[in-house]
């Protein structure tokens, strides 16, 4: 369990993001959790100065493929960091398992072999309930957290 607020930073320690553009893939899989997400980390974005027209959202099925729509954003230029935003809400199968260690190493290979950041947005819980206090919820929003870990990694 998280032991602290998502939604909580010092606000003086992070930078102008007023000449920065982001890249946000968000999965479509989960809509309620993944909406509320992307909602946290665009305002949260605009609220450290990052201008609407810098900040491009893309689409995605499913978490598995946020993988690859952040590949695509990292081979354009033009991005000072991507952000990924995903859930992944635990069942019956293993496929929870499955999917949370790719989206992983696959995000993790990314930071490792570009020049772009790439913030690990995916939330993987037991059940709904963790997802939505996680997600705006008694937790805050991880999507809060991506943004501020964006900017600061863009002027890394």
């Known amino acids: 369990m998280a032991t602290k607020n998502l939604s909580e930073y010092n606000v003086d320690k992070v930078p102008d993001a007023s000449n920065m553009i982001f890249g946000i893939v968000v999965a479509e899989w989960n809509p309620e959790i993944t909406g509320a997400l992307l909602q946290g980390c665009v305002s949260t974005l605009e609220k450290h100065g990052a201008l609407p027209e810098n900040i491009h959202v893309k689409t995605v099925p499913g978490s598995f493929e946020l993988i690859y729509g952040a590949r695509q954003m990292t081979l354009n230029d033009g991005y000072d960091a991507v952000i990924v935003l995903g859930s992944v809400i635990r069942g019956e199968t293993p496929h929870f398992d499955y999917i949370c260690q790719g989206v992983t190493q696959g995000i993790a290979r990314l930071n490792a072999t570009n020049n772009i950041p790439v913030v690990y ?7 709904l309930q963790q997802a939505k206090d996680r997600a705006g919820g008694r937790l805050g929003n991880k999507g809060d957290e991506c943004a501020v870990v964006a900017i600061k990694m863009a002027k890394f």
């Open 121 to 127: 947005g995916l939330l993987t819980t037991n059940d």
